[in-house]
């Protein structure tokens, strides 16, 4: 099913047009006969699975590619995109899922970068703070221009980064997966900025894969699949379920929770404490379990789970694993008691890109596989990389390719791999799904149920309420670093997960 969206004769021209847009690689094709437009005023989803072309399109729109075939139209006149300094003067800005910051700069600085104000010839730092206060109120941010950046937090970069691009006055402005580090404060910050740039008449093309948000946001969407376009259309009387079928070219088997038979405890945390940001937190998580911690962005979940993984050193309180004290002052004690540590920040702390998919995932193990004289068994590394390959169903085309080729998805399914294969036995995940197409985020989930009825322990941190509601046994609701409330997820729905998250409702 395909709409087209061209001009009638009479109608002014869309602010954006795209016609036959092609992009090839060697072996694949990345666009084919691509097309749509884009109006002033205009919020347009862009929807597909990792690969199907959605960021060739982007890099195209941003400078950063070129097409092989095709046109692009700006208010009607045909245009070459040369680079990304081109594009923004053309008005196009492209806010990335990965954050180009500097992280030494100030906020005033980065959002300026390349464009400083001057007078007589020196910087005007009146006007960069002007002009930096101004992108900022745009979003409703209260962040000083003048802090550091490398102090925010992921979501106030994710939000500086959005002031950056509306800080060259765009009349289109592309966000790719602008949500994904975002707590739910966050985000409607984000959604009440994008309802009035709308207003304003500015153009938006917005790539998710929340289909709640482009439902909520979207006045139309275009699926894209295997680098074509399958259908243009209003979502109006569109659904979730409906979008995934499109997206995906069939129904869409949905990951089902279903009882998992839990046994003894594998770790136990009692009054944990760091700073203000967690006070006196107590929590366990038995064998063959899925606990979720959730909580407003910054309630101090995310900071539970990194002591928990032996990257921040608690400043009080104790843990046992298996029931025997252990100290995690770094994170070699927590690989050495078993326990995996999976951040949000995969691409900075957990892939190694440049490297093959095989060493990825066997790094963590390596000294298993040493003989007597120090050497690594390679042929039983590769049987052992092909066997948890095959396992956690990551789809590549050899286990020797670089593993940053491989979408998000499955460069997630990889890093569970390899510390299944270093044989932990807790796993602490946090926001495991972030930036993965609904196809991969249910194989996710299905590997996380699977990891749990092998006899593992799972903790994940997740912001994505049905998230929560599908994966956990157990739900602890961490509100100003507090454990604030414990409940099930047969006994809550979103909207009362929700009013507890805010603290609106009591368990």
Not at 92 to 107: C, D, F, K, R
Not at 462 to 476: F, K, Q
Request: aromatic letters at 2%; glycine letters at 8%; one cysteine or more.
């Amino acid at each position: 099913m395909t709409t087209n969206s061209a001009p009638t004769k009479d109608a002014a021209p869309p602010l954006l047009g795209i016609r036959g847009l092609e992009k090839r690689f060697p072996g694949v094709v990345a666009l084919d006969d691509v097309s749509l437009d884009l109006a002033a005023g205009e919020v347009h989803g862009l929807i597909g699975q990792n690969g199907a072309g959605k960021s060739t399109l982007i890099n195209i729109l941003s400078g950063m590619l070129p097409a092989d075939a095709g046109t692009v139209r700006l208010d009607g006149a045909p245009v070459t995109i040369r680079d990304p300094r081109h594009a923004l003067s053309l008005g196009v800005a492209t806010v990335y899922q990965e954050l180009s910051l500097l992280p030494n700069l100030t906020v005033a600085q980065n959002l300026v970068l390349g464009r400083e104000p001057s007078r007589r010839g020196l910087l005007d730092a009146g006007e960069m703070k002007a002009r930096t206060q101004e992108a900022l109120g745009r979003l409703g941010l209260d962040i000083a221009p003048q802090t550091i950046v490398s102090n925010l937090s992921l979501a106030e970069r994710q939000m500086i980064e959005i002031a950056k691009a509306l800080a060259s006055n765009p009349k289109i402005l592309i966000l790719d997966e602008p949500t994904a580090p975002l707590g739910q404060r966050e985000s409607e910050q984000l959604f009440t900025a994008i309802r009035r740039l709308r207003k304003q008449g500015v153009a938006l093309l917005y790539v998710s894969h929340r289909f709640a948000e482009v439902l909520e946001l979207c006045d139309v969407a275009t699926v894209l699949r295997n680098g074509r376009k399958i259908v243009t259309t209003s979502l109006a009387g569109w659904s979730e379920a409906r979008l995934t079928d499109a997206m995906i070219g069939a129904q869409t088997e949905r990951y089902v929770a279903s009882a998992r038979t839990t046994a003894q405890t594998a770790l136990a945390a009692d009054n944990l404490r760091l700073g203000h940001r967690v006070r006196g937190v107590s929590l366990d998580v038995r064998r063959g379990e899925i606990v979720a911690l959730t909580g407003l962005l910054g309630a101090g979940q995310n900071e539970i789970a990194r002591i928990l993984g032996g990257d921040l050193r608690a400043d009080g309180g104790t843990l046992l694993k298996d029931g025997k004290p252990i100290a995690l002052r770094n994170p070699s004690d927590a690989v050495a008691a078993k326990i995996a540590l999976l951040t949000d920040e995969r691409k900075h702390e957990g892939i190694l890109p440049n490297l093959p998919l095989r060493e990825n995932i066997a790094v963590a193990s390596l000294g298993d596989r040493r003989g007597p004289a120090g050497v690594v068994d390679a042929a039983r590394e590769r049987r052992e990389v092909q066997r948890v390959v095959s396992d956690f169903g990551v789809v590549a085309t050899s286990i020797e390719v670089p593993i940053r080729t491989l979408s998000g998805g499955n460069q997630q399914k990889a890093l569970i791999a390899r510390w299944d294969l270093a044989d932990a036995d807790v796993f602490v995940l946090i926001e495991p799904t972030r930036g993965v197409d609904v196809g991969a985020r249910a194989d996710i989930y299905r590997r996380l149920d699977t990891l749990a009825r092998s006899g593992k322990a799972v903790i994940v941190v997740s912001s994505d309420v049905p998230e929560v509601l599908t994966l956990a046994d157990r739900i602890l609701v961490v509100r100003d670093g507090v454990i604030a409330a414990e409940t099930m997820p047969a006994a809550v729905d979103e909207e009362r997960l929700n009013l507890m998250i805010q603290g609106a409702a009591a368990a």
